[in-house]
């Protein structure tokens, strides 16, 4: 007989073994048989963690920053003016958190694509309490999915089954057991452009508006601005030169990113990074603009925007390598940004965060948190930048390959994170390595045997 199985998951590998059953001793029989049930187990277990390599970040306003790791890991934790990061495990009986959101009232809030479940937390001294968790079966979280939360409701963008509105507690942060909206889809008006939505990420403005960044059965993109309180659509904005989905990570980092932006005058603008770096009047569909690109060949994949000190951090690839920029926006008109400094990254781009003035990113391949403070410029009058920075049409090879400091000349120079220290894993995150390891001694074994 042949034995087939699969190895784990998002993994086509299969092992085939032969068993020829002739003059065995009972005992032999019986090794293969134990043999045969903790195999089976230990593929069980390999099978229950799905791989992951999503990285998220969020920075509090305390200066807090919170950080996902991978499928496997824990979160990562740094304290304002703090050199060291902790590792905090997740709650018990969940494998992974793939998305974060830190809402304006302050609490965390996780989403876990491979468990589901969505779960609160308070942010307390070098720790995070659980607030509590709800089940996340049921709903859509296909490739790729987002979290927003702010001002009560929490919207995870979900993929191709659409979108679901979670309301929560603002004075506890409870999670509300009875879903808002669950799998919905948005009501586009009989728009002809915006067919067979895929709702990879998601930003929430205000407690019944929020921006999902989708793309259409024709794969174009779109930014949709959907009511919260009846699923209709309030305005969407075409987005020109899409970048790629060969830039997305799964299952949560799609390379599309918006972050909203109040102006002096109360008026609400969006940025999206998504190819091109856009800026648009909330509900304004006809007044899209572009901003000039950092470098030639630049494309956008994630934005973070900061009210309080006016500025648009931005991350993206040009010519196969990561680059970040930052920008001060006019705050009588959001239209009008200068480009402050940009720099080269080590590593592959995922997510980057900023609050006041304190900007964190993430990357591929490491699990460090990557940390640099911005002073606020000294005027927002537009210009071409300071000096010695590339222009937009300049050749990112003139930027330095080195890790970028985004400290405006004449402040001083941050210090340059230390690793990570990772926790020993725990029941709750099992390493596919470990099994791996496990059940390739149970093959050999009956093979000899």
Known sequence: KLFNFSLFRGCNIHIRIKVILSDESLWAMTMK????????????????????????IQVANDGVIIATSN????????????????????????????????SDEGYLFGLSVYTPVLCSFQIITANL?????????????EKYTGLSCKAGKCVISGGTGGYTVVEYDRNTGSLMSELRCENCQVNTMGNTELTDLNYVEVAVLTSNLASLSTISGGDDNYSIIVNLD?????????IPDAVS??????????????????????????????GSLTVQPVQDKNS???????????????????????????????????????????????????????????????????????????????????????SPAPSTTPSAGPSGLPSASSSPSLVPTIEVSMVPS??????TPAPIPMAPPTSTGRSIAVYGTVMLAAVIAWIQL
């Open 288 to 374: 899209t603009e572009i901003i000039p690109d950092p470098f030639a060949d630049f494309a956008a994949i994630t934005v973070a925007v900061d009210t309080s000190s006016n500025f648009l951090v931005v991350g993206g690839y040009a010519l196969g390598s990561s680059y970040l920029a930052v920008y001060n926006i006019d705050p009588t008109n959001p239209r009008r940004t200068t480009l402050e400094t940009a720099g080269a990254v080590e590593g592959t781009m995922l997510s980057v965060a900023i609050n006041r003035g304190l900007m964190a990113y993430t990357i591929l391949e490491s699990d460090e948190i990557q940390i640099n403070n911005i």
């Open 230 to 238: 009846n699923n209709q659509m309030e305005a969407f904005h075409a």
């Open 33 to 56: 048989f134990i043999l045969g049930a903790f195999f089976y187990a230990a593929t069980a277990l390999a099978q229950s963690t799905e791989p992951a390599n999503s990285r998220n």
């Open 410 to 415: 004449g402040a001083p120079s941050p210090q």
């Open 245 to 274: 989905v060969d830039l997305a990570v799964t299952p949560t980092n799609y390379p599309c990113v918006s972050d909203f932006y109040r102006a002096s005058t109360g008026e609400d603008f969006m940025f999206t990074a998504c």
């Open 129 to 141: 309490n659980a607030i509590g968790c709800i089940d996340a079966t049921g709903l859509s979280l």
């Open 71 to 102: 499928a496997t890991g824990p979160f990562l934790f740094k304290e304002p003016d703090s050199e060291i990061t902790i590792t905090i495990g997740f709650p018990e009986g969940i494998n992974s958190m793939d998305d974060i959101s830190i």
